[in-house]
């Protein structure tokens, strides 16, 4: 949606952005140890680097609201046709929600949020997890998810710069590097975002890697792997996911000369 609006708004990567304590979200965000009581000067472009290549969760979150919220988010799959996907909350409203809290700011300081969660009485937190297991919120097919990519990748939905911008940046993804990665031939490129979720009781309700695959002659095939609700370590969900990769790779025939 950012790269979007690059496209259609005039919006520009190196705006400048300042990252206030007050803008933080929780769990996974490097960013958080740059921001001093005077704020972190950075741009757009560098927030969008962040939350890909580190899944940084402050930098989702600052760029979620920067684009409008999840009704400019919905819109735009709406209208590039991102059928099976649901982005409705911020993280730090997603995350809360699951351990049966809601979002104050003072929440922005790790203790704080620690503390809460401890203080969740157990019945409340398991009727919290369990409504979110059957929440239609926040979810993508994966079936979805690989065409969208693809055609992305395949420049039918944002312009020739900013699809190269975007899978430049998905191709330097730092995190879940023994899930599609590890699988990935030699010769092919990868472009990819993974996304995992907390563990709770023993089951980690998602380990993903999603992306796009591109042949030594160029073809492309959208992935998106999903592990779900899994009681597996996650050395044996990445490698699953990584098997994957090292299917598509084995199977895809290359174009003959």
Do not use: C
């Amino acid at each position: 949606t950012m790269m979007d609006g690059v496209d259609r708004r005039g919006w520009r990567l190196d705006e400048p952005v300042l990252v206030r304590r007050e803008d933080l979200s929780l769990y996974m965000q490097p960013l958080a140890d740059l921001v001093t009581k005077n704020g972190y000067r950075t741009t757009l472009g560098d927030l969008v680097f962040r939350a890909v290549v580190d899944s940084d969760s402050a930098a989702t979150d600052i760029l979620f609201a920067r684009v409008g919220g999840a009704a400019a988010i919905q819109a735009f799959l709406a209208r590039n046709g991102g059928s099976g996907m649901r982005v409705d909350r911020d993280e730090r409203h997603l995350q809360t929600e699951i351990v049966g809290l809601t979002w104050p700011p003072e929440y922005v300081d790790a203790d704080k949020l620690e503390r809460a969660i401890k203080a969740v009485p157990v019945a409340a937190r398991d009727r919290s997890f369990q409504a979110y297991l059957r929440d239609p919120r926040d979810t993508a097919t994966p079936a979805g998810m690989a065409s969208f990519l693809y055609r992305i990748a395949a420049g039918k939905i944002l312009s020739s710069g900013s699809t190269q911008h975007l899978l430049s940046v998905m191709r330097r993804t730092a995190t879940g590097p023994d899930r599609l990665k590890a699988g990935t031939a030699q010769g092919w490129t990868l472009a990819h975002k993974t996304g995992t979720s907390s563990t709770y009781k023993g089951i980690t309700v998602a380990t993903n890697d999603v992306g796009v695959l591109t042949t030594p002659d160029g073809q492309r095939v959208g992935v998106a792997v999903f592990v779900a609700e899994s009681r597996r370590s996650p050395k044996e969900r990445a490698a699953l996911i990584a098997n994957v990769a090292r299917i598509v790779t084995a199977h895809l025939p290359l174009r003959k000369r």
